[in-house]
């Protein structure tokens, strides 16, 4: 039986190409390069500070660009080559984090210039979310294209469950030597991005208002794309339940730092454990049932997390919490852009990354504060019932993202989905 075959019977049909192997290693390594890069920047900020306050700033520093320029960012990923805005994104993010370990070696406490060097990391994330997200299709067919997202999903959970760990570790040993690893694979990936092929970009049409906002309009305009990304922003803004794991672990399951490790693990084990499965068996019928099922599930679990006192009942919730909430990952990042015109797809993950974004800082706010009128247990319970509600009363406002049976349809033609 021919290589291919064997690969597509096995689940590994992305990896058919040359390109997708190349791109799944920077995926690795950058990804693994910004989670050592976290914990060794929130080690030296609160070592130098010893507030709490300051690490909210380095979150906020890194969270803005990506809103406050989504209409650039995007515009860019869809008028310039996508390797080079990817590869010079990793560039900048390289230097910030080599500045970082030289201040960290010479003892340099200049919270101002750190904050500058967050900010513009910032600004280099916000730049490669749009290239990254919008370029799988340039490197893979579009039958291929749902393998290769989970594929990438896969990588991405498997980095930001092994790389903390590791930044950690390397932290322990020196933060500028965790500083310098993150520096040398985000200048890796830069370099690698370089040897994907061209993909030679459109003519690119005048920048004025109506061109920066098609993203939205298209996504107002797709029914199936706004509900799926309009569903993962309420659900995941409903049923921020991770946030309060500190309380979880200290208070309620008394399980103290360890358990705390455990428990922050769980959801993304289950996800990465999805995302395996969905690459070798894809879901190939009624998928927009199954998203809805599936955050009807992640409220359900939810719930009965938030009541539950017994640790592997608690580890066993936030397992399929993960696990649920990357079945609607898949779908929505697939019909994102399989969807969506190769013209446009920078603006459309552009916004699709404020909705990304919105939803996990703003729904680790929402439970927080919550939790602050109600309490703990309460606020993690009404997220979860708000999340069942949210899928129900989807199920009605989008009939096209219910009804949806195929995730990629039929297209002729086996080459990159332009």
Not at 347 to 356: E, G, H, K, M, Q
């Amino acid at each position: 039986m021919p290589a291919s075959q064997n690969a597509a019977k096995s689940g590994w049909t992305a990896f058919q190409y040359r390109d997708f192997r190349l791109f799944g290693l920077t995926r690795l390594f950058s990804i693994s390069a910004g989670q050592i890069q976290t914990v060794a920047l929130g080690w030296m900020v609160y070592q130098i500070t010893g507030k709490a306050f300051s690490l909210g700033l380095v979150g906020l520093f890194i969270f803005l660009p990506g809103v406050c320029l989504f209409l650039v960012t995007g515009h860019v990923a869809d008028r310039y080559d996508r390797r080079h805005v990817l590869s010079i994104s990793y560039a900048v993010a390289a230097a910030t984090a080599t500045i970082l370990a030289v201040m960290a070696m010479n003892g340099v406490h200049h919270m101002g210039v750190i904050y500058a060097m967050v900010l513009l990391f910032g600004i280099a994330r916000a730049f490669a979310f749009p290239a990254s997200s919008s370029i799988l299709p340039n490197i893979v067919s579009r039958q291929h294209l749902a393998n290769a997202i989970a594929w990438n999903s896969s990588i991405f959970q498997t980095a930001t469950i092994a790389a903390p760990a590791l930044g950690g570790f390397l932290t322990d040993v020196g933060t500028d030597i965790a500083f310098m690893a993150a520096a040398f694979c985000y200048a890796l990936s830069a370099i690698v991005l370089l040897f994907l092929k061209k993909h030679e970009r459109r003519a690119g049409q005048r920048v004025d208002l109506t061109s920066v906002l098609a993203g939205f309009r298209y996504i107002w305009a797709e029914k199936p794309i706004l509900g799926a990304i309009s569903l993962d922003l309420f659900a995941v803004l409903l049923g921020g339940a991770t946030a309060l794991l500190p309380i979880y672990a200290s208070d309620i399951l008394h399980v103290g730092s360890a358990g705390f490790g455990m428990l922050r693990s769980m959801p993304a084990v289950g996800a990465v454990l999805t995302a395996f499965y969905v690459a070798r068996w894809p879901l190939e019928s009624k998928t927009g049932v199954k998203m809805l099922v599936a955050v009807v599930i992640f409220g359900l679990a939810t719930v009965v997390f938030g009541i539950s006192r017994n640790l592997p009942l608690s580890l066993f919730c936030l397992f399929v919490m993960g696990a649920t909430d990357m079945i609607s990952v898949y779908v929505r990042q697939t019909l994102v852009q399989i969807e969506t015109p190769d013209e446009m797809r920078g603006r459309v993950a552009a916004v699709n990354s404020v909705f990304i974004g919105a939803s996990n800082e703003l729904g680790e706010f929402e439970s927080g504060t919550l939790a602050a009128f109600v309490g703990t247990v309460s606020a993690v319970v009404i997220g979860g019932v708000g999340t069942i509600a949210v899928a129900v009363l989807w199920a009605w406002l989008f009939p096209e993202l219910r009804d949806r049976d195929r995730l990629v349809l039929e297209e002729e033609g086996d080459q990159p989905a332009t």
